[in-house]
């Protein structure tokens, strides 16, 4: 049982704050009110039941890396100017707080929102929409901005509300 109480707690360590800070306290308020050997059983029971299910949906919903359409749609499968490094710089930034949202702060979170969107915004001003029609230059914007809501696991149908 000392074994699996270690490794519960290594395994724990490694998780949000979010998740550690409820399981904790859980554990705690278990060892105050009956005993440490109800608590421990709870900490190996939680990471041999739960944290697998937790893993499975952090897994879901993780950016690993940039998407080839993203890549190619915004930097053009290039990185050879100063822009093009700085823009991926950026978005691989914004991946990576993404992937920190369980520890975030609300403000955190707001402040990645809006960093997106002015990405997003920055790369349809970017677009040469000279001699298109109306309706390419709309196609082209919204395909754009998909690309880029697709690398954050933002799907949406069209015609859905």
């Given at each position: 049982?000392?074994?699996?109480?270690?490794?519960?707690?290594?395994?724990?360590?490694?998780?949000?704050?979010?998740?550690?800070?409820?399981?904790?306290?859980?554990?705690?308020?278990?060892?105050?009110?009956?005993?440490?050997?109800?608590?421990?059983?709870?900490?190996?029971s939680?990471?041999?039941?739960?944290?697998?299910?937790?893993?499975?949906?952090?897994?879901?919903?993780?950016?690993?890396?940039?998407?080839?359409?993203?890549?190619?749609?915004?930097?053009?499968?290039?990185?050879?100017?100063?822009?093009?490094?700085?823009?991926?710089?950026?978005?691989v930034n914004?991946?990576?707080?993404?992937?920190?949202?369980?520890?975030?702060?609300?403000?955190?979170?707001?402040?990645?929102?809006?960093?997106?969107?002015?990405?997003?915004?920055?790369?349809?001003?970017?677009?040469?929409?000279?001699?298109?029609?109306?309706?390419?230059?709309?196609?082209?914007?919204?395909?754009?901005?998909?690309?880029?809501?697709?690398?954050?696991?933002?799907?949406?149908?069209?015609?859905?509300?």
């Amino acid at each position: 049982m000392f074994a699996a109480l270690l490794h519960a707690r290594k395994v724990l360590s490694l998780q949000p704050e979010c998740v550690r800070f409820d399981v904790y306290r859980t554990a705690t308020v278990l060892e105050q009110n009956q005993g440490s050997q109800r608590a421990n059983a709870f900490l190996i029971s939680f990471c041999k039941k739960a944290l697998p299910r937790l893993e499975l949906v952090a897994k879901k919903y993780e950016c690993a890396g940039i998407n080839s359409n993203v890549s190619t749609a915004v930097f053009g499968g290039h990185f050879d100017t100063e822009l093009m490094q700085y823009l991926a710089s950026r978005m691989v930034n914004m991946v990576a707080r993404y992937n920190r949202l369980p520890d975030m702060s609300r403000a955190d979170i707001d402040l990645l929102a809006a960093d997106i969107a002015n990405f997003i915004r920055a790369e349809l001003a970017d677009i040469d929409d000279t001699g298109f029609s109306e309706l390419k230059t709309l196609y082209t914007w919204y395909m754009r901005a998909g690309f880029i809501s697709l690398q954050f696991n933002v799907t949406r149908r069209i015609g859905s509300v």
